[in-house]
Nanobody
Framework: QVQLVESGGGLVQAGGSLRLSCAAS????????MGWFRQAPGKGREFVAA????????NYARSVKGRFTISRDNAKNTVYLQMNSLKPEDTGVYYC???????????????????WGQGTQVTVSS
């Protein structure tokens, strides 16, 4: 069983920055691929970024590439999402998720992640 707890959301003006954190339980955390997703009101869950267990491979949605950075600290069982140059369209609930399967590739599909946090709200004002 894996438990995920996000933090760091809030209200920020366009052009500002936020850093989200996701603390995970689990003795084999460093083997999990981790992902960040977001969901705007009335829309489906959207892939944002993912990182491999070792942290050596990352993947980003086209809409956030160059502005967001995903990273992890396996000693702290924590994954981060640094968000810079925020835009109003980045508004939504942000979720972290864990893919504990043995697949080698990073997936962008929400259904492939087995565990999810409760989400943290990010609101970007114009």
């Amino acid at each position: 069983q894996v438990q995920l707890v996000e933090s760091g959301g809030g209200l920020v003006q366009a052009g500002g920055s936020l850093r989200l954190s996701c603390a995970a339980s689990g003795r084999t955390y460093s083997r999990y691929h981790m992902g960040w997703f977001r969901q705007a009101p009335g829309k489906g869950r959207e892939f944002v970024a993912a990182i491999s267990g070792s942290g050596g491979i990352t993947n980003y949605a086209r809409s956030v590439k160059g502005r967001f950075t995903i990273s992890r600290d396996n000693a702290k069982n924590t994954v981060y999402l640094q968000m810079n140059s925020l835009k109003p369209e980045d508004t939504g609930v942000y979720y972290c998720a864990a893919d504990t399967s043995p697949r080698m590739i990073l997936t962008t599909i929400p259904a492939m992640y087995e565990y999810w946090g409760q989400g943290t709200q990010v609101t970007v004002s114009s």
